[in-house]
C-alpha cells in the first residue's frame, strides 16, 4: 500500500503543480545530472520536479559508494551535478576538493532537517551536503526457513544455510559484517584484524549463493534465499510485495549509515542542482521518497506524518539508546588499499 500511496501522492501532485501556461522542461532547455543509487527515489519525483521547474533531469545509478567514486574520478568530458553518496565517502570527497559549497539562500527547505541529522561527523560544518535518507544494515529473513532467533551475525556461517545466505557485494558492507561477527570495529585498520576478516569471509565464500546489490529485494521476494544482508532502506520495497519476511539486527550492533545530497564542484549547472536539493527536501517529497523506502525521514515534518509502522520500527529508526552502540563508516586512511585487496580477493577466490 506504501507503493501505490507513494504513486498516487505523486500523480496528484503532479497534476497539481503542472504549469497552466503550457511549459515544459523543453522550453528552458535546462538540465540537472543527478547521479543515484538504484531503486533510490520514489516513482513521480523526478518527473513532478521537471514539470514544477521546467529542468530536465538526466538521471543515471550506480550500487556501491567505490563504484560511483571510481567512476567521478576516471570519467573525462563528463560531469554530474548531484551525487548522492554515504557518509564515509563525503568525507573521502570533501578531503579531495570534489564538492562544492551549498548556498543554501537557494535551499530554503533544509531548514526543515531535524537538528540531529546536521553537521554529522562526515560534514563537519553541514556546508557541502544535505540529508538525504539513513539507517542500519540488518538481516532480512524468511521465517519459514529460519526458526531460530536471529541474534547474531554468525548465522551469517551457518552451514545450515549453505547457499541460501546472500551478501553485498559491497566491501565497507561485507568486510563490515565479518569484523562485527569477530568482534572488532567495523573500521579496524588494523592489519591482523583485517586478516582474520578475510579468512572469515573465505571461510563463507561456500555458503554464499550470491554478493548481491538492488537485485536482492528481488531474490529474497522470490525465496531464493533463506538469509541476506541488506541495507534497511530495502525494507519497505520488499515489504510492499511480500510482509512475511523479516528482520533483524545482531546483538553485536550495526552500521548505521547516512546518505546525503551533495554537489560536485565541477558542476555546470549549480543552480538546478541547489533547486532539486530544495524540491527533495519539502515536507511531501521528502515523505514519499521515504515512505516508498519504508525509511524514517530526516525531514521532521515528513517524519511526523508518516505511519507509526515506521517511526516506531527499531529497524529503520533505532532509538538513541541502540543507536550509541552502532558505529558509522569512517574513512580507513592508511587502510583503503588493503580493503579493495581483500575484497577483490574474496570476490576472485
Known amino acids: 500500500m506504501k507503493r501505490l500511496y507513494a504513486l498516487v501522492l505523486a500523480l496528484t501532485l503532479l497534476l497539481a503543480f503542472t504549469p497552466l501556461t503550457g511549459c515544459s522542461q523543453d522550453d528552458s532547455g535546462e538540465t540537472v545530472r543527478i547521479y543515484n543509487w538504484g531503486d533510490y527515489i520514489a516513482p513521480g519525483v523526478i518527473e513532478l520536479f521537471e514539470e514544477e ?21 576516471n570519467s573525462s568530458g563528463y560531469t ?51 540529508p538525504y535518507m539513513w539507517g542500519t544494515v540488518c538481516i532480512a529473513y524468511d521465517p519459514e526457513q529460519v ?53 572469515k569471509l573465505l571461510e563463507q565464500k561456500p555458503l554464499v549463493l550470491a554478493y548481491t546489490g538492488d537485485d536482492v529485494k528481488d531474490k529474497m521476494i522470490a525465496r531464493e ?20 519476511l523479516a528482520y533483524a539486527i545482531p546483538d553485536a550492533g550495526t552500521n548505521v549509515w547516512y546518505d546525503a545530497a551533495v554537489i560536485l564542484k565541477d558542476a555546470e549547472n549549480k ?26 525521514s530526516p525531514v521532521s515534518e515528513a517524519l511526523a506524518n508518516q505511519d507509526e509502522s515506521i517511526r516506531n520500527d527499531p529497524i529503520v529508526n533505532p532509538p538513541a539508546e541502540e543507536l550509541a552502540k552502532y558505529e558509522v563508516f569512517q574513512m580507513v586512511d592508511g587502510a583503503a588499499e588493503l580493503y579493495e585487496e581483500i575484497w577483490s580477493y574474496v570476490l576472485a577466490s
Open 53 to 73: 521547474t521546467g529542468i530536465e533531469v538526466v538521471y543515471d545509478t550506480f550500487e556501491t559508494n567505490e563504484d560511483m567514486y571510481l567512476k567521478l574520478k
Open 271 to 296: 543552480a538546478n542542482a541547489e533547486a532539486f536539493l530544495n524540491f527533495l527536501c519539502r515536507p511531501d517529497v521528502a515523505q514519499m521518497n521515504a515512505d516508498y523506502m519504508g525509511s524514517a
Open 225 to 244: 534465499g533463506a538469509l541476506a544482508v541488506i541495507w534497511s532502506c530495502d525494507i519497505g520495497i520488499i515489504r510492499e510485495q511480500d510482509d512475511t
Open 147 to 199: 526458526t531460530e532467533e536471529v541474534n547474531s551475525w554468525d548465522i551469517l556461517w551457518d552451514e545450515d544455510y549453505a547457499r541460501r545466505i546472500f551478501m553485498i557485494d559491497s566491501e565497507r558492507d561485507s568486510i563490515g559484517v565479518a569484523l562485527l561477527s569477530l568482534g572488532y570495529s567495523l573500521n579496524s585498520t588494523d592489519p591482523d584484524e583485517l586478516e582474520e576478516a578475510k579468512q
Open 80 to 130: 554530474y551535478d548531484v551525487v548522492i553518496p554515504s557518509d564515509y565517502m563525503i568525507s573521502k570527497m570533501l578531503r579531495e576538493d570534489m564538492l562544492a559549497e551549498i548556498d543554501f539562500n537557494n535551499v530554503p527547505n533544509a531548514a526543515g532537517i531535524d537538528e540531529r541529522f546536521k553537521n554529522l561527523d562526515y560534514d563537519p560544518t553541514g556546508a557541502y551536503s544535505i
